[in-house]
């Protein structure tokens, strides 16, 4: 079976990256929240990809297209400006490592200008490569790993059927770190529902506090239609939180953790309300934001459901 090229799904800070697909779907597609639930892992042949780098440095070399590329390969390289790139797809991490460092290789082979390599990673990903591997991937400019927490309640990773639980994350987190490999985590407000809010809150403040990331995101749960966790709503299974009880909770998780320094937001699409700032410097100053918000409580100055997205 031929491989079938991903639609684009990266994190936020990618925006400027080529995506370079690996793989396809995710190799943990059991999340009850997640639209990769759906997905099968699909591994991209080493000579494809190959073929990819190839036709992306003649055409930034020579402005030259290869014909048999699909047109995204050459609408992302027109405005891409050759210094970033995030392999493709949920878990790129997973693809096996001879082909990824020979990837790598290849990349910076062509392009030796570039400036750091970024991909997705299941806390699985990372614990099943060594320090030692991690830290050649880094030789080779793998700069970044973006890893979804979701939540540091046991009990919650377990119902979502993460297959990781909170002391798997945090050794993940310092296996990363030890590499020298920047670390980005998200985390999911909401994902307790209305019972579990306080402990989902509270452990999550507690493993982003074990794990003392680089940067971590707080997107809000938006239940993707027909997945586990949509249905189990649908059954009266599982309450969502009201936008202003999100507020709550990202409020708690920044009161309750501690970093050392690490770039906090809530920038993404899902979020009712955006705050960003460096922990511990700014914690203060986006803690009053909340305090303002929750004690108003003024819809008005929420993001409004139609402008809520993945």
Same mark, same amino acid.
């Given at each position: 079976? !031929?491989?079938? &090229?991903?639609?684009? %799904?990266?994190?936020? !800070?990618?925006?400027?990256?080529?995506?370079?697909?690996?793989?396809?779907?995710? $190799?943990?597609?059991?999340?009850?929240?997640?639209?990769?639930?759906?997905?099968?892992? +699909?591994?991209?042949?080493?000579?494809?990809?190959?073929?990819? %780098?190839?036709?992306?440095?003649?055409?930034?070399?020579?402005?030259?297209? *290869?014909?048999?590329?699909?047109? %995204?390969?050459?609408?992302?390289?027109?405005?891409?400006?050759?210094?970033? *790139?995030?392999?493709?797809? +949920?878990?790129?991490?997973?693809?096996?490592?001879?082909?990824?460092?020979? #990837?790598?290789?290849?990349?910076?082979?062509?392009?030796?200008?570039?400036?750091? /390599?970024? $991909?997705?990673?299941?806390?699985?990903?990372?614990?099943?490569?060594?320090?030692?591997?991690?830290? #050649?991937?880094?030789?080779?400019?793998?700069?970044?790993?973006?890893?979804?927490?979701?939540? +540091?309640? =046991?009990?919650?990773?377990?119902?979502?059927?993460?297959?990781?639980?909170?002391?798997?994350?945090?050794?993940?987190?310092?296996?990363?770190?030890?590499?020298?490999?920047?670390?980005?985590?998200?985390?999911?407000?909401?994902?307790? +529902?209305?019972?579990?809010?306080?402990?989902?809150?509270?452990?999550?403040?507690?493993?982003?506090?074990?794990?003392?990331?680089?940067?971590?995101?707080?997107?809000?749960? #938006?239940?993707?239609?027909?997945?586990?966790?949509?249905?189990?709503?649908?059954?009266?299974?599982?309450?969502? /939180? #009201?936008?202003?009880?999100?507020?709550?909770?990202?409020?708690?998780?920044?009161?309750?953790?501690?970093?050392?320094?690490?770039?906090?937001? !809530?920038?993404?699409? $899902?979020?009712?309300?955006? /705050? &960003?700032?460096?922990?511990?410097?700014?914690? =203060?100053?986006?803690?009053?934001?909340?305090?303002?918000?929750?004690? &108003?409580?003024?819809?008005?100055?929420?993001?409004?459901?139609?402008?809520?997205?993945?």
């Amino acid at each position: 079976m !031929s491989f079938v &090229r991903p639609e684009i %799904i990266r994190p936020p !800070s990618e925006h400027a990256s080529y995506f370079l697909p690996l793989t396809s779907g995710c $190799s943990n597609n059991t999340c009850s929240f997640c639209a990769y639930s759906f997905s099968k892992l +699909g591994i991209r042949n080493l000579d494809e990809v190959k073929q990819e %780098i190839d036709a992306m440095s003649l055409y930034a070399n020579k402005r030259m297209w *290869v014909a048999g590329q699909p047109d %995204i390969v050459y609408l992302i390289l027109r405005r891409w400006n050759g210094k970033k *790139v995030f392999l493709q797809d +949920g878990d790129a991490l997973v693809y096996p490592y001879p082909k990824l460092i020979e #990837t790598l290789q290849y990349l910076n082979q062509k392009f030796p200008a570039i400036e750091r /390599i970024a $991909s997705y990673a299941t806390p699985r990903d990372i614990l099943r490569r060594s320090l030692k591997e991690l830290k #050649t991937l880094k030789e080779q400019k793998l700069g970044i790993l973006y890893m979804g927490v979701e939540s +540091g309640d =046991d009990e919650v990773l377990q119902k979502i059927q993460k297959n990781a639980d909170h002391n798997q994350m945090v050794d993940a987190a310092k296996k990363v770190k030890e590499s020298g490999i920047l670390l980005s985590v998200t985390v999911i407000l909401g994902l307790g +529902g209305v019972k579990g809010s306080e402990r989902h809150t509270l452990e999550t403040s507690r493993i982003l506090t074990e794990m003392d990331p680089d940067y971590a995101g707080a997107l809000t749960l #938006t239940l993707v239609p027909e997945t586990g966790l949509d249905k189990e709503w649908k059954l009266g299974e599982f309450e969502m /939180i #009201t936008p202003f009880d999100s507020l709550w909770e990202l409020k708690t998780i920044i009161e309750h953790s501690t970093f050392s320094n690490c770039f906090f937001s !809530s920038m993404h699409a $899902s979020n009712y309300y955006a /705050i &960003r700032g460096t922990m511990p410097k700014d914690k =203060d100053k986006v803690l009053n934001q909340l305090k303002a918000l929750l004690s &108003r409580k003024d819809s008005d100055m929420l993001r409004p459901e139609f402008l809520r997205g993945l």
